[in-house]
């Protein structure tokens, strides 16, 4: 990974991966924590949004019928969007994150 540390320049696309527009080393720590949290939100994300479709999907399409459980399309399609819900508040909470070592 290439950072680029430095505002003088105006190419900032052909850099580096990582620009720095201040010249403050320290962001580095910062950036690294960032990422570490975003990846953490992502799996968390994943979790979520498999979870619900992996119930949802199946009972709204009649697996669970011989145990009288049966969801119907409507309920499944509400349920899949709660899902998109909790994923988007979830993400939404990454802006809480402290970015510090």
């Known amino acids: 990974m290439k950072i680029f540390i430095g505002f003088k320049y105006y190419h900032f696309d052909s850099a580096g991966d990582v620009v720095l527009v201040r010249s403050d080393p320290r962001d580095i720590v910062a950036i690294l924590s960032l990422s570490r949290a975003t990846h953490k939100k992502m ?24 145990a009288g459980i049966l969801l119907s ?6 349920v899949m969007s709660v899902s998109t819900i909790i994923v988007a ?3 939404r909470l990454l ?3 402290s970015l510090e070592s």
Do not use: D, R
């Open 43 to 66: 799996i968390q994300n994943l979790f979520w949004a498999t979870g619900y479709n992996v119930i949802a999907i199946p009972l709204a399409a009649g697996v669970g019928i011989s």
């Open 73 to 78: 399309p409507a309920v499944g399609a509400a």
């Open 89 to 91: 508040i979830n993400a």
């Open 95 to 97: 802006k809480y994150t």
